[in-house]
């Protein structure tokens, strides 16, 4: 059974926080996201994982999209109130057979030019910049 996960999109200054990941030789980008625990809700566990992964407290927003690819993905709009990015150290920094993890700003004109999963993420991301850049 597919596991449900949440994340989210955090954008400053038309940058979006990603985990940089090194994993089997290839090199992608995913927000940070990962598994609902029993009793969270979607909004806890983005949360959670934004704590984890990036070391940062965040203020969870809207729902910006979910993904039906290979289970549900619920990604929601996210503000930083504080912490230190890049000082996450959840599990998965510690494992070393995953690969590496880094937390990276990655400007919304460079997301068609980095490999990020999903690859819709990408295109919402880079047609709500167009979007707003247009109103």
Do not use: H
Not at 39 to 45: D, L, S
Not at 67 to 82: H, P, R
Not at 95 to 107: C, E
């Amino acid at each position: 059974m597919a596991r449900i996960r949440a994340g989210v999109v955090i954008i400053e200054d038309r940058n979006v926080a990603f985990i940089k990941r090194v994993k089997n030789n290839e090199t992608y980008y995913v927000l940070p996201g990962g598994g609902v625990e029993y009793g969270e809700t979607f909004q806890q566990t983005a949360a959670r994982e934004a704590f984890e992964e990036l070391g940062v407290t965040v203020q969870v927003g809207p729902l910006f999209a979910t993904i039906v690819d290979g289970g549900e993905q619920y990604y929601f709009t996210a503000n930083m109130l504080c912490g230190e990015f890049g000082s996450g150290a959840g599990e998965e920094f510690a494992r070393s057979t995953s690969g590496t993890y880094q937390a990276v700003w990655v400007p919304i004109s460079a997301i068609d030019q980095v490999n990020i999963y999903p690859t819709s993420i990408a295109s919402l991301l880079i047609e709500m910049d167009s979007s707003e850049m247009e109103a």
